[in-house]
T-cell receptor, first 114, second 114 residues
Framework: DQQVKQNSPSLSVQEGRISILNCDYTNSMFDYFLWYKKYPAEGPTFLISISSIKDKNEDGRFTVFLNKSAKHLSLHIVPSQPGDSAVYFCAAIGDGAGSYQLTFGKGTKLSVIP | EPEVTQTPSHQVTQMGQEVILRCVPISNHLYFYWYRQILGQKVEFLVSFYNNEISEKSEIFDDQFSVERPDGSNFTLKIRSTKLEDSAMYFC????????????FGSGTRLTVV
């Protein structure tokens, strides 16, 4: 059961360039999407979110894009910095039945090379 | 910045033993959660807790598991008779509102069942 999929387990990007992390979902009832960042030996940290009624949300260097028809979202980090190196999790909320549990993808490990 | 604190950071237990994982959520938060991540797999929802009762649980959260908020500050997860497949990183989280703004996660307890 993979309702949220992150098909790239890892991504390497040069410092200063754009990092694009992708996420696909299958459950059309999801109404809110979140990105979390995780460093080793720490818990996930909330990064940015987007409601299903929007197609873009921006916060500083981070932008999340949502394409509902394709059931696809992406996180853009511009410019990428070495401190951005972490595992990034895509998560979704909402099943139409009042559930607020987060459904996570498996994560993408981002390495930003100085 | 307020934190969710989890203890211990690592617990090793023998199969069949009971374990209690402890969490101190952020003091003004009202919703509490447990998630787990088996090595190499995605973060999975276990249970949410509000107003001194379980508000939502997953199929993973069977009769072997229980949660408690014994004293108004701690939030515990008990596994009655541990199995090898319970070995995972267990994350506690809390939130002020019901989920969509993003939870604050603790650093996790790594449970190893031998």
């Amino acid at each position: 059961d993979q309702q949220v999929k992150q098909n790239s387990p890892s991504l390497s990007v040069q410092e200063g360039r754009i990092s694009i992390l992708n996420c696909d979902y299958t459950n059309s009832m999801f109404d809110y999407f979140l990105w979390y960042k995780k460093y080793p030996a720490e818990g996930p940290t909330f990064l940015i979110s987007i409601s299903s009624i929007k197609d873009k949300n921006e916060d500083g260097r981070f932008t999340v894009f949502l394409n509902k028809s394709a059931k696809h979202l992406s996180l853009h980090i511009v410019p990428s910095q070495p401190g951005d190196s972490a595992v990034y999790f895509c998560a979704a909320i909402g099943d139409g039945a009042g559930s607020y549990q987060l459904t996570f993808g498996k994560g993408t490990k981002l390495s930003v090379i100085p | 910045e307020p934190e969710v604190t989890q203890t211990p950071s690592h617990q090793v237990t023998q199969m069949g033993q009971e374990v209690i994982l402890r969490c101190v959520p952020i003091s003004n938060h009202l919703y509490f959660y447990w998630y787990r991540q088996i090595l190499g797999q995605k973060v999975e929802f276990l249970v949410s807790f509000y107003n001194n009762e379980i508000s939502e649980k997953s199929e993973i959260f069977d009769d072997q598991f229980s949660v408690e908020r014994p004293d108004g500050s701690n939030f515990t997860l008990k596994i009655r008779s541990t199995k090898l497949e319970d070995s995972a990183m267990y994350f506690c989280a809390s939130s002020l509102t019901r989920g969509k703004e993003g939870y604050t996660f603790g650093s996790g307890t790594r449970l190893t069942v031998v």
